[in-house]
């Protein structure tokens, strides 16, 4: 069966693409946010995953307001990436592990969890700018499934839903008939919101507090409605859910999970950046 490593997290900002593209990693505006990398980095050297499980939001690119999946999972061979109106420079199309895919899909569907399926699917930075800084040389070695959760379209899913289907996803990983190291990932968060009256909301105590949540007590932040969320982080901040589902994900065996690396770092254009990585520490 499929082995799964563990789970990484971080905030998504488009013009990190920016940075990148421009090599600013060591500029002091940019080097808070990019040195929470390297450590992380090692240790996916030497875990080395095949494949990692993205539990991200699609901001218009793929979906617009018109469709709205609240849960949309890729089952393509290949996900571009295209442009997204930022000026960022898109990246090279991404490899996708099509049979993982379906395994999820038929698997967490068994679990009641209705979802859309895609054979298709754009991907924007929430999905590809993590792929990038987790692996930034060359080509990504990895391939991935793309798990897209709605946070631009009220009525968003509860945290707690969020984290339920983290928690079959990961079941799903581990019932996947393959020798791969899977790993899963959150893309986005932690606090900001982009636009009205609180635009530049940063909630730094509630940030900390729910990073170290995830270490010992990863149900806490299910105990919030999305309303609650929306008040302490901000409109764009519930894209922190996606941290839930990589949780529940890491849930779903028993195992403990061991911090490998964990940075802060505020802000970097209107939003509080945070970077997690939880290694499976095998059952408890
Ligand atoms: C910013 C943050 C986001 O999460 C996003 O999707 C776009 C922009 C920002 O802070 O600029
Ligand atoms: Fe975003």
């Known amino acids: 069966m499929a082995q799964l490593v563990g789970g990484l997290a971080t905030s998504h900002i488009p013009a990190i693409g920016g940075a990148i593209h421009k090599g600013l990693q060591q500029d002091a505006y940019w080097k808070p946010f990019f040195d929470g990398f390297p450590p992380i980095r090692k240790w996916l050297g030497r875990v080395k995953p095949d494949v990692v499980v993205i539990f991200y939001n699609d901001h218009g690119l793929n979906f617009f307001l018109d469709k709205m999946p609240t849960f949309a999972v890729g089952a393509a061979e290949r996900y571009d990436n295209a442009d997204e109106g930022w000026g960022i420079p898109t990246l090279p199309p991404f490899k996708g592990e099509v049979d993982l895919s379906w395994h999820i899909i038929n698997a967490v569907t068994e679990q009641d969890f209705d979802l859309v399926t895609c054979q298709e699917m754009l991907i924007d930075h929430a999905c590809t700018l993590p792929l990038k800084l987790f692996w930034p040389d060359g080509e990504c070695p990895v391939s991935i499934v793309p798990i897209c959760v709605n946070t631009v379209q009220f009525p968003l899913p509860s945290a707690r ?12 990983i581990q019932s996947w008939d393959s020798d791969k190291k899977v790993a899963v990932m959150a893309s986005g968060g932690l606090s900001h919101q982009l636009d009205g009256e609180r635009a530049g909301h940063i909630n730094k105590d509630f940030d900390l507090k729910f990073i170290d949540s995830l270490l010992t007590n990863p149900e806490w932040a299910t105990q919030f409605s999305i309303h609650d969320l929306v008040e302490k982080t901000g409109t764009q901040g519930v894209e922190l859910l996606m ?3 990589m949780r529940g994900a890491l849930t779903s065996n028993s195992a403990s999970v061991r911090k490998v690396h964990s940075n802060y770092h505020i802000p970097i254009s ?10 499976s520490a095998g059952p408890s």
């Open 161 to 172: 839903r969020v984290y339920a289907l983290g928690r079959a996803v990961g079941e799903a």
């Open 270 to 279: 209107n939003t509080a950046t945070g970077l997690l990585a939880l290694e």
């Open 243 to 245: 941290w839930l589902g």
